[in-house]
């Protein structure tokens, strides 16, 4: 068995995983915003039902792939660069899911020598809809084959993020507030969508034409850009060079629509 074929037999173990720990998390989420005045305590909040769904999700692909180590803080923005890890997020968009809203998922990735080879993005609130991939076997949504949809810059509907840890980075945070100008001045509309990881896999499904980031973010940018490249998405960093889980800026687009968006990101310092 080649290594596509040993992957894609173990992508229904993975989704059956997800969904089971989403289903559950579906269950409990709050009709209404979670109170709390301070980070603290919203923090607090979420860690009790986030720490229980994320060692399920671990128990669970540990049996799958008992080799594989365990990504234990995706907030970081880094993975480790040798060995198989598994990267996970059991309630990704974790913002949304304390205010009561549908838009957040449930991500798994199987990290190789720092490179995402399969990923699952799955959305409990928005239809059940799940994004699957593995490096080299394509891209699909709910079993069918996804791709890019190509539109023209003016036509183009953009989406937009902030690594968790963006204040920390001022050089991050001005590029993230000069390319939003730069970018407006481009698109019809840019919106947020919800989790990086959704937002990115939509553009492999061209529910969103481009979505662009700066500053590090690999835990959150990993499993979506695996499903948009396999989608045939163009996927760089903001310069155009290969986008690695060690960069510091982040494109993905419609294959004829990503030089136009680089073009724009160039008035970025």
């Not at 980070?39 to 009790?48: C, I």
């Not at 492999?204 to 979506?224: H, K, R, T, V």
Request: net charge negative; with cysteine.
């Amino acid at each position: 068995m080649d290594e596509v074929q040993e992957l894609k037999a173990l992508l229904p173990g993975v989704e059956a995983a997800v969904r089971e720990v989403g289903a559950r998390l579906a269950a409990t989420r709050p009709a209404e915003p979670t109170p709390g005045r301070t980070v603290e305590e919203l923090m607090a909040r979420f860690a009790e039902v986030d720490a229980p769904a994320a060692a399920r999700l671990r128990a669970r692909l540990g049996e799958l792939r008992p080799r594989a180590g365990w990504v234990t803080d995706e907030l970081t923005g880094t993975v480790p660069a040798e060995g198989e890890w598994w990267l996970c997020d059991a309630t990704d968009g974790a913002v949304q899911y304390l205010l009561g809203q549908p838009q957040w998922a449930v991500t798994a990735t199987l990290v190789r020598d720092g490179v995402a080879v399969l990923a699952v993005v799955h959305t409990p609130e928005l239809g059940g809809r799940t994004f699957r991939a593995v490096r080299g076997g394509g891209a699909e949504l709910d079993g069918r084959p996804v791709a890019p949809l190509e539109r023209e810059l003016p036509a183009a509907v953009a989406g937009t993020a902030q690594p968790p840890l963006v204040a920390a980075d001022p050089v991050a945070l001005r590029r993230a507030g000069e390319s939003l100008t730069a970018v407006l001045g481009a698109v019809p509309a840019i919106r947020g969508l919800g989790p990086t990881s959704l937002q990115v896999a939509q553009v492999g499904s061209g529910q969103l034409a481009l979505f662009w980031e700066y500053g590090a973010d690999a835990g959150n940018l990993l499993p979506g850009a695996l499903i948009a490249a396999e989608a045939g998405a163009t996927v760089t960093d903001t310069t155009g060079a290969a986008w690695t889980a060690r960069s510091d800026s982040f494109l993905a687009a419609a294959p004829g629509l990503h030089a136009d968006v680089l073009e724009v990101l160039r008035t970025v310092r």
